[in-house]
C-alpha cells in the first residue's frame, strides 16, 4: 500500500470520477481534470491516511496532464521547494474507468470493496459516514468514496455502488461546495466515533 503502512482501523480510498459525470442538463460527459481538486485531495488523503485517490479519466490528455503534474511533484523542482506537497501528490492513482479502481483495491486489499456514491441531493437510502465506517469494520471490507465532477456522478457509475452517504448540507438552502470540500467533510465524518451501529 501507498501509505504509512501502519493504518489502523477501516480502510477508504477515493475516486474522484471525471468520466462518466452529468453536465447542467443532464447529459453524460467527461468532466476536465481540475489542477486544485487533484492538489487538494491528496492533501485530503495524506492528512487522514487513505492509500490513495484515485483520479479517474478515460481521455489520455487528461491523463497526462495528472502524471506531469504528479511528476513535477514528485521528481521535478517541486519536490524540493514543497516535500509536504511532494509527500501529499504520492497518494495519487490515475486509471480509465472505476472498475480499474475496484480491481486495484481488491488486488491491494484481498476483498472487494464497499463503494459509497456521494451526491448534493438526498437519495433517500443515504446512510451517515461515520455509519459507512461501521460497516467496514463490521465486514472487514475497504471502501471507495466515489466523487463527482461536473454535476454530479453518472447513473452508470451509481449502479455500480453499493450505497450512498448522506450529502454535506448547511444551514441554508444554499448548497453548492466545491467537490474537494465536500470530500473532506465527509472523510472527517467518516472517521469520528459518534455513530451507532448500522441496523
Known amino acids: 500500500m501507498s501509505g504509512s503502512g501502519t493504518l489502523r482501523g477501516p480502510v477508504l480510498y477515493l475516486a474522484l470520477v471525471h ?24 492533501r485530503l488523503a495524506c492528512t487522514y491516511d487513505l492509500p490513495a485517490c484515485y483520479v479517474v479519466t478515460p481521455l489520455e490528455d487528461q491523463q497526462e496532464l495528472i502524471h506531469r503534474l504528479i511528476h513535477h511533484w514528485l521528481y521535478g523542482i517541486g519536490s524540493r521547494l514543497h ?8 497518494r495519487l492513482r490515475v ?3 472505476l472498475q480499474e479502481v475496484v480491481s486495484d483495491v481488491e488486488r491491494e486489499c484481498g476483498r472487494a470493496p464497499f463503494l459509497w456514491a456521494t451526491s448534493a441531493r438526498r437519495s433517500g437510502t443515504d446512510v451517515e459516514p461515520a455509519e459507512a465506517r461501521l460497516i467496514l469494520e463490521t465486514t472487514s471490507r475497504p471502501g471507495v468514496m466515489v466523487l463527482g465532477t461536473g454535476w454530479g456522478l453518472a447513473e452508470r457509475v451509481w449502479r455500480l455502488c453499493h450505497g450512498t452517504l ?28 459518534s455513530a451507532s451501529p448500522p441496523l
Open 83 to 90: 516535500p509536504d506537497r511532494e509527500r501529499a501528490l504520492r
Open 95 to 97: 486509471r480509465a474507468a
Open 166 to 193: 448522506r450529502p454535506v448540507e448547511g444551514r441554508g438552502d444554499y448548497n453548492h461546495l466545491s467537490v474537494r470540500c465536500a470530500a473532506a467533510i465527509l472523510v472527517d465524518r467518516f472517521f469520528r466515533e
Open 19 to 42: 468520466a462518466p459525470v452529468r453536465n447542467r442538463r443532464g447529459e453524460e460527459i467527461a468532466a476536465a481534470v481540475t489542477n486544485l481538486d487533484l492538489h487538494d485531495l491528496a
